[in-house]
C-alpha cells in the first residue's frame, strides 16, 4: 500500500535503495523456489509419499500355519503336529569369518564324500577280481578289500572347526546362549556351521522345546542375544516312531530355488514345505495356509504395539489319509525283523515289505527294515548322527528299500517269463519240457538248485517245483525271438517306475541285447580311448562293467530273475498284481483321501490305472495254478511254510533265491491271497535271507496271519531249497 | 511534555515473531510426545521457556539505543573470539567434540550468540571505513569475518561457519562493496567449495571430516541405507510429501511419530509440520517468515543512520540465508548442513541469540521512527 509518509523520511542512497531492492529480489526468488518445491512435493506428488510412508511403518509378519495330520486307512495319527518352543540363530547376524567357516566346511564335506564314492567303486571291481580268479582272495587282495570296505562305508569325518579366535563377541554370545538353553557353546558352534553349510540362508536351528523359562529369558532380554530368534514353531511328531518313518519324508524351510518353482507358486519366504516322502508329494494339502498380521515398525525396527492392525487367522493343513493299515505296517516291520534274525548266521541285516490292494493299488504296507525313529528329523540333527542312519553297519535305515532298493528277483520272476513264453507261443500250457537235471548253453553245463531233476514238467509244474531247467529252456528259446521277454516284463510292471506317489522310487533294468551290446560298443571305445586292455580291473574302473556284448545265457539267466536284472519289490508286487487281476496294471499309492480337521471328506485321491495288459486268461489260469501249487501243493516250495494256513486254498505264492555274488543270497517271496473281500499281494525280501523258503516266506505268512487276523504268530521257516 | 507511553516494537515483525514461536510450540508438541518417556511435554516446555525469556531479552534490546554498540566494537568482537575459544579449550580438556558449554540451566552454544556478536562488530568496523570503501576495507572485513568462522569451523560447527560467511558478505553488500569486489569474493568461495568437496578428498587430504562431505553432497544423491545422510533427507521427504495439501494430523503422522524422520524437533521440525498440517502449514509459516524478512528489509531502508543500516541487512539476510538453507534442505534442494530454522527449531541458545537479533531489529526501527518525530514527521504506522 502506497504510504504518503514514506517520502518524508531521510532519503538513502540510491546505491543503498538499488542494494536492498537486490536483496528483496533474492529473498522473493528464494522464497519462488521453496514455494513451488513445496508444491510439487505435497500437491503434485503427495500420493506417492503417503504410500511409501505407509510402506515403512508396516510389516506383515507371517503366522505360520500348523500342517495337516497324516492318518492311516482306520483314522489313526501316524504324523501330527506339537507346538514347540524353538532357538534360532539368524545367518545375517553372523561375522563374515563364521560364514567363511561354513563355506570351506560345505566343499571339505562333499569332498570327502567323493573320496568314499570312489573307494566305493574300487571295492566293487576288487570284489569282482576276486570273483573271477575262482581261488579266493589273495592275502594282499583281501587287505586291500578290508581297507577299502572301510573307507566307502562312511566318509571321512570332517570336524567343524572352532570359531576364531577373533570373534570375541560371537564366543559370548555362545557362551551366554548356552547356559541360557542348556547347549554347549561348542555345539551351538557346530551347529551352526552345519545348518549353514546345508542351507545357507535359513535360520538355524539350535535347540527345539526350549523349556518356557529359557524361552521367556531370551524373549525378555533381546538385545543380550542379537541374531537370536525364539519362536513357537510347529514341530512334526510321529507318534509310531520307527513305523513307515522312510515314508513321510520331512518337512524344512523352503529354498530361495524353490521359491521361484512353478509348484511353490504364492509360497512365502520362510514357510516349511515337505521334503522327500508323503510331506513333499502330498505339501499343496498338508501345508495350510499362512496367516498374518499386521505391525507398525518403528525406524530402529522393533514393533509398536499401541496400535492394533489387520489380522488374518492361519489355516492348519488338510488332514490325509492314507491307504497304509498300521497294523499291517507294524506286523509286516516285525516279520522282516523275524525273517533278518532268522537269517543272522549269514549276515543278514536288513529288508524289505510291500503289501498291496491287487484291485486298485492300494498300499498297505510298505517299507524297509531297519527302520528309524523318525522323531530324529524333528529336531536338528547331527552330521555325525545322520551318517549313522546312513551308514551300511546299521543296515541303512533311512534307505528305503522297498522302492528305491534293485535286485535281481530270483525265481519269483518264474511267472513273468512263463506269462512271456505262453502269449508269444513259445509254449502253451500243456506243453511239455524234460527237466533232466542239466541244461547245456555252450560249453556250460547249468543245472537246478541241489541238483534236481524233476522229469517231464508243463507250466504249472513248473512253476510248483520251481524248476530252473524248464525256464532256462524258455530263456533260451524266447532269445531268437527279440527282447519280448523284456517287454512282458516291462509291460506286467517290472524294470520300470511304477508311478507311486512317493519320490525316490528307481527304476531298476531289465537287460536286453540292445542294452548290453550299445553298452559294449561304448566299453570298448572307452577302453581304446584311455589305452586300457579290454577285460581287466583297470579297462572296469575306468569304463564300467559291460565287459561283452549279449549273449543267449543273459535271456536265459533273466528267465530265472537272475544276472543284470535290477528290479524293486514294489515293481514285482505290481506285476504279480497285474497277473492276478486279469491285466490291470495299477499304480501302487499311498494317499487315500483328502479330510477336513473334523475328518469329513472333503476330496478323494484318484489314482487311476497306469495301463491295461491284455492276455488270454487261460494262460494266466495255468500261471495262478502253478503258483496256487508252489504254496500248498505237496512238492510245492512254500507249502511247509503255509502248510496250516487258512487261507491256503486262495493262496498263491512263489519263492526267490537270488543269487548275489559274492554275497549269501537274497531270500525273496510274492505272493497274492484271492480273498473276495481282502485281497493282498505281499512281497517280500531280506537280503543274506538265504533261500526263499527259509526267510522271505515266512515273514510273508506273518503279514497275510495280521492281515486276515489270524492269531498266529509263529515264524514258519520253510525247508525248500530251490532258487 | 510527558511522553505518552507506547509499544516501541514494530508491531508486524512482533505478529511475524510470534506466529513463528506459536508454529514452532505446535509442531514441537505433536513431534516430540513420545521423545522422552513419562515426559510428553520436554521440549515443549522448554521451548516456552526459551521463548518467553526471549521475548524479555527482545524487548530489553529493542529499548537500547544500538548506535552505542558501534562504539563496543572492539569489546564485542574480543568476547566473539574469546567465546569461541573457550568452547574448543573446554572441548580441548574432555577431549570431546561439541559446540557447547554447560551451564546450570542449558547447554549454552557460544556460534549462535556469535552470530549476532559478529554482524554488531564488523557492521561497527565497517561504519570506520565508509569513506573508503575499496580493496583493502573489502579484504579486511572478509578477514575479521573469517577468523571467527574459521574457530566455529573447527569446532566443527559447520553450519554456523556458513552463517558467518553469509553474515559477513551480506554487511559488505549493504555497504555498498564493489560488484566486482562481490564477484570476485563468490568466484573465490566457488572454487574453495570445489577443492573442499572434489579436489581435497580426492588428493587424500582431508578438510572436512568425511560424515560432513557426507551430508552435503548425499541430497544430490538420495540412499535406501537407514543410518546414512542421504537416508535422513529421504525420510524427510516422504514426511513432506505424505502431507498432502492439509496434513495427516497429529495421530496419522507416522513419519514423526515412528522416529522414521531424524532430528525431528531441530533440523526438521519444518518436515514434522509439513506431515502433519501439510502444504497449508507450511505456506503459513513461509508467510510469517516473508513477513519477517519483508519487516527486516523495511528497517533497513529507515534506519536513522547507516550503522542502523547495517545491523538490520545484516540480521535481516542472516535469517533469511538461515531459513532458506533449512527449508531448503527440509524439501530435499540443500544439502543437509545442521543450520537450523530460526525460531521454529527447537533450541535455547538459537532462540535467544534469534530474539536478540531481532531486539536490535527493533530498536533500529524505534529510534527511526522516534528521530522522524523530532523532526516533525508522522509516525509511520500509528
Redesign the interface.
Known amino acids: 500500500m502506497p504510504?504518503p509518509?514514506?517520502e518524508?523520511?531521510?532519503p538513502?542512497?540510491p546505491?543503498?535503495?538499488m542494494?536492498?531492492a537486490?536483496?528483496?529480489g533474492?529473498?522473493f526468488v528464494?522464497?519462488a523456489?521453496?514455494?513451488f518445491?513445496?508444491?510439487f512435493?505435497?500437491?503434485l506428488?503427495?500420493?506417492?509419499?503417503?504410500s511409501?510412508?505407509?510402506d515403512?511403518?508396516v510389516r506383515k509378519v507371517r503366522i505360520e500355519a500348523p500342517r495337516g495330520d497324516i492318518v492311516d486307512r482306520h483314522g489313526t495319527v501316524l504324523v501330527k503336529t506339537r507346538v514347540a518352543a524353538v532357538v534360532q540363530i539368524a545367518p545375517g547376524s553372523l561375522p563374515d569369518a563364521v560364514l567363511d567357516q561354513a563355506d570351506a566346511f560345505r566343499k571339505a564335506r562333499s569332498a570327502a564324500e567323493q573320496d568314499r564314492l570312489q573307494a566305493a567303486a574300487r571295492l566293487r571291481s576288487l570284489e569282482r577280481d576276486i570273483r573271477e580268479r575262482r581261488r579266493g582272495a589273495s592275502r594282499k587282495q583281501r587287505r586291500e578289500r578290508r581297507a577299502l570296505s572301510r573307507e566307502a562305508r562312511r566318509a571321512a569325518p570332517v570336524t567343524v572347526p572352532r570359531l576364531p579366535a577373533s570373534e570375541t563377541e560371537q564366543r559370548r554370545l555362545y557362551r551366554r546362549l548356552g547356559k541360557v538353553i542348556d547347549v554347549r557353546p561348542r555345539v551351538i558352534h557346530e551347529r551352526v556351521i552345519e545348518g549353514i553349510a546345508e542351507l545357507p540362508y535359513s535360520n538355524v536351528t539350535i535347540r527345539t522345546a526350549v523349556p518356557r523359562d529359557a524361552f521367556n529369558y531370551i524373549r525378555e532380554r533381546k538385545e543380550q542375544f542379537p541374531g537370536v530368534d525364539v519362536e513357537k514353531r510347529y514341530l512334526r511328531e510321529y507318534p509310531h516312531e520307527e513305523l513307515g518313518a522312510q515314508l513321510f519324508g520331512t518337512t524344512r524351510e523352503i529354498s530361495p530355488e524353490e521359491l521361484e518353482m512353478k509348484r511353490y507358486r504364492g509360497v512365502a519366504a520362510g514357510t516349511r514345505i515337505g521334503a522327500d516322502g508323503i510331506e513333499e508329494s502330498y505339501d499343496d494339502y498338508l501345508r495350510g495356509t499362512d496367516g498374518f498380521t499386521r505391525v507398525?515398525?518403528?525406524?530402529?525396527g522393533s514393533r509398536?504395539d499401541r496400535r492394533r492392525m489387520a489380522r488374518r487367522e492361519p489355516r492348519q493343513g488338510q488332514r490325509l489319509r492314507l491307504t497304509l493299515d498300521l497294523k499291517l505296517q507294524r506286523a509286516a516291520n516285525d516279520a522282516i525283523r523275524r525273517g533278518v534274525e532268522a537269517a543272522s548266521q549269514n549276515g543278514a541285516k536288513a529288508g524289505a515289505f510291500v503289501a498291496m490292494d491287487p484291485r486298485n493299488g492300494e498300499i498297505l504296507a510298505l517299507g524297509s527294515y531297519p527302520s528309524f525313529d523318525a522323531n530324529e528329523f524333528a529336531r536338528p540333527i547331527s552330521q555325525k548322527r545322520y551318517d549313522e542312519l546312513s551308514s551300511e553297519e546299521l543296515g541303512a535305515p533311512l534307505f528305503n528299500r522297498a522302492i528305491a532298493a534293485t535286485y535281481p528277483t530270483g525265481s519269483t520272476f518264474k511267472p513273468i517269463t512263463a506269462m512271456a513264453a505262453l502269449e508269444e507261443g513259445v509254449i502253451t500250457p500243456t506243453s511239455t519240457i524234460v527237466d533232466d537235471g542239466e541244461f547245456e548253453l555252450g560249453d556250460r553245463v547249468l543245472k537246478n538248485a541241489k541238483d534236481a531233476s524233476y522229469g517231464a514238467l508243463q507250466l504249472p509244474g513248473a512253476l510248483t517245483v520251481s524248476s530252473d531247467i524248464f525256464f532256462y529252456e524258455l530263456g533260451l528259446q524266447m532269445n531268437g525271438q527279440g527282447p519280448v521277454l523284456q517287454d512282458w516284463a516291462r509291460r506286467l510292471g517290472v524294470g520300470r517306475r511304477t508311478g507311486i506317489d512317493i519320490p525316490g522310487e528307481f527304476g531298476g533294468l531289465i537287460p536286453d541285447a540292445d542294452w548290453r551290446n550299445k553298452g559294449y560298443e561304448e566299453y570298448l571305445k572307452c577302453a581304446k580311448k584311455a589305452k586300457v586292455e579290454v577285460g581287466t580291473t583297470a579297462a572296469l574302473f575306468a569304463c564300467g562293467g559291460i565287459e561283452r556284448p549279449w549273449t543267449a545265457g543273459d535271456n536265459v539267466n533273466l528267465a530265472v530273475g537272475q544276472g543284470d536284472l535290477q528290479a524293486t519289490p514294489l515293481q514285482l508286487a505290481t506285476g504279480y498284481a497285474t497277473i492276478a487281476n486279469g491285466g490291470r496294471v495299477v499304480r501302487p499309492h499311498l494317499g487315500q483321501q483328502v479330510e477336513d480337521g473334523q475328518g469329513r471328506l472333503v476330496e478323494e485321491i484318484r489314482t487311476p490305472l497306469r495301463r491295461r495288459v491284455q492276455f488270454d486268461p487261460a494262460h494266466r489260469d495255468a500261471i495262478m495254478t502253478g503258483l496256487h501249487g508252489a504254496a500248498t501243493a505237496a512238492n510245492g516250495t512254500s507249502s511247509d511254510v503255509f502248510a496250516d494256513f487258512r487261507y491256503r486254498d486262495v493262496l498263491y505264492g512263489k519263492t526267490g533265491t537270488a543269487e548275489r555274488q559274492p554275497n549269501p543270497d537274497q531270500s525273496w517271496y510274492a505272493c497274492y491271497v484271492d480273498h473276495p473281500t481282502r485281497p493282498i499281494v505281499v512281497v517280500t525280501t531280506i537280503e543274506r535271507g538265504g533261500f526263499g523258503a527259509e526267510t522271505a516266506a515266512p515273514a510273508a505268512r506273518l503279514i497275510l496271519n495280521e492281515w486276515f487276523d489270524l492269531q498266529d504268530d509263529e515264524f514258519k521257516a520253510g525247508s525248500d531249497q530251490s532258487n | 511534555m510527558p511522553r505518552e507511553w507506547r509499544l516501541r516494537l514494530d508491531p508486524l515483525l512482533l505478529l511475524a515473531t510470534l506466529g513463528l514461536v506459536a508454529g514452532s510450540l505446535i509442531a514441537l508438541n505433536s513431534a516430540t510426545a513420545n521423545d522422552i518417556p513419562g515426559q510428553p511435554d520436554y521440549y515443549v516446555l522448554r521451548q516456552g521457556i526459551y521463548a518467553g525469556v526471549g521475548l524479555v531479552l527482545m524487548y530489553g534490546a529493542s529499548r537500547l539505543d544500538y548506535s552505542r554498540l558501534r562504539e563496543l566494537r572492539y569489546p564485542v568482537y574480543g568476547l566473539l573470539l574469546a567465546l569461541i575459544l573457550m568452547v574448543l579449550a573446554v572441548a580441548g580438556v574432555t577431549r570431546g567434540s561439541r559446540s557447547w558449554i554447560e551451564l546450570p540451566f542449558f547447554n549454552f552454544q557460544p556460534s549462535e550468540l556469535g552470530k549476532v556478536l559478529l554482524i554488531v562488530a564488523l557492521a561497527g568496523f565497517l561504519v570506520d571505513r565508509m569513506r573508503r570503501m575499496g580493496r583493502d576495507t573489502t579484504a579486511r572485513i572478509m578477514v575479521l569475518g573469517l577468523v571467527p568462522t574459521m574457530l566455529v569451523m573447527a569446532e566443527p560447527d559447520l553450519g554456523s561457519a556458513m552463517v558467518y560467511v553469509a553474515g559477513t558478505l551480506a554487511l559488505l553488500f549493504v555497504a555498498g562493496a564493489p560488484w566486482r569486489h562481490l564477484a570476485a569474493l563468490s568466484a573465490l568461495f566457488a572454487v574453495a567449495v570445489t577443492l573442499v568437496l572434489v579436489a581435497a578428498p580426492m588428493a587424500g587430504v582431508e578438510v572436512l571430516k568425511p560424515y560432513q562431505v557426507d551430508r552435503l553432497t548425499s541430497f544430490l544423491a538420495p540412499s535406501a541405507d537407514p543410518g546414512d545422510e542421504g537416508y535422513q533427507q529421504h525420510q524427510a521427504l516422504i514426511a513432506m510429501g505424505s502431507g498432502e495439501k492439509t496434513g495427516r494430523g497429529v495421530e496419522n503422522a507416522t513419519q514423526t511419530s515412528l522416529n522414521f524422520l531424524p532430528e525431528h524437533h531441530t533440523d526438521f521440525i519444518f518436515a514434522v509440520v509439513g506431515e502433519t498440517y501439510g502444504f497449508a502449514g507450511c505456506a503459513l509459516i513461509l508467510s510469517l517468515y516473508a513477513l519477517l524478512i519483508w519487516r527486516g528489509l523495511h528497517i533497513l531502508t529507515v534506519a536513522k543512520n547507516l550503522y542502523g543500516a547495517l545491523l538490520a541487512g545484516g540480521i535481516t539476510v542472516m535469517l533469511l540465508f538461515q531459513l532458506f538453507v533449512n527449508i531448503g534442505m527440509n524439501v530435499g534442494i540443500m544439502p543437509i548442513t545442521g543450520v537450523t530454522a530460526p525460531l521454529l527449531s527447537f533450541g535455547g541458545s538459537s532462540m535467544l541469540a534469534t530474539f536478540l537479533a531481532l531486539g536490535l531489529l527493533h530498536s533500529v526501527h524505534a529510534q527511526a521512527r522516534e528521530t522522524a518525530e523530532l523532526k516533525g514527521r508522522a509516525p509511520i504506522f500509528q
Do not use: H
Not at chain 1, 45 to 50: F, I, L, R, T
Open positions: 504510504n509518509v514514506e518524508r523520511r531521510p538513502i542512497t546505491q543503498l535503495a542494494r536492498v537486490v536483496l528483496g533474492i529473498a528464494l522464497f523456489i521453496v514455494f518445491r513445496l508444491w512435493l505435497q500437491v506428488s503427495g500420493e506417492d509419499y503417503v511409501q510412508a505407509r515403512n511403518r507398525i515398525i518403528n525406524a530402529l509398536d
